[in-house]
Nanobody
Framework: VQLQASGGGLVQVGGSLRLSCAVSGSYATGWFRQAPGKEREFVGDINWNGDRTTYVDSVKGRFTISRDNTKNTVYLQMNSLKPEDTAVYYC????????????????WGQGTQVTVSS
């Protein structure tokens, strides 16, 4: 499977963006982000059929992950964006049973830049 995140851009504080990740097959899918000078951070993930999601505390209530397996796409809806959300966002996938439990993913795509301006 090949992954590609898309949908990034420049948005003002409080605005919204929706990122997309093309994922074909029954993979759990995670979203991660990396800000300049910082380590990569887990954002959230979703299981293969879309009935379970987890999020890092800093995005709970603002970000929502969903998927449409008929379109082979996983989405990251980001609302109420803050300057600290500025980062390159990556999607990742895995079929191992413990992927969501440990937030460990072995297949990575290229990222998309999200910049939140104040």
């Amino acid at each position: 499977v090949q992954l590609q995140a898309s949908g990034g851009g420049l948005v003002q504080v409080g605005g919204s963006l929706r990122l997309s990740c093309a994922v074909s097959g029954s993979y759990a899918t995670g979203w991660f982000r990396q800000a300049p000078g910082k380590e990569r951070e887990f954002v959230g993930d979703i299981n293969w059929n879309g009935d379970r999601t987890t999020y890092v505390d800093s995005v709970k209530g603002r970000f929502t992950i969903s998927r449409d397996n008929t379109k082979n796409t996983v989405y990251l809806q980001m609302n109420s964006l803050k300057p600290e959300d500025t980062a390159v966002y990556y999607c990742a996938a895995d079929r191992r049973p413990w992927s969501m439990t440990n937030h460990e993913y072995s297949i990575w795509g290229q990222g998309t830049q999200v910049t939140v301006s104040s």
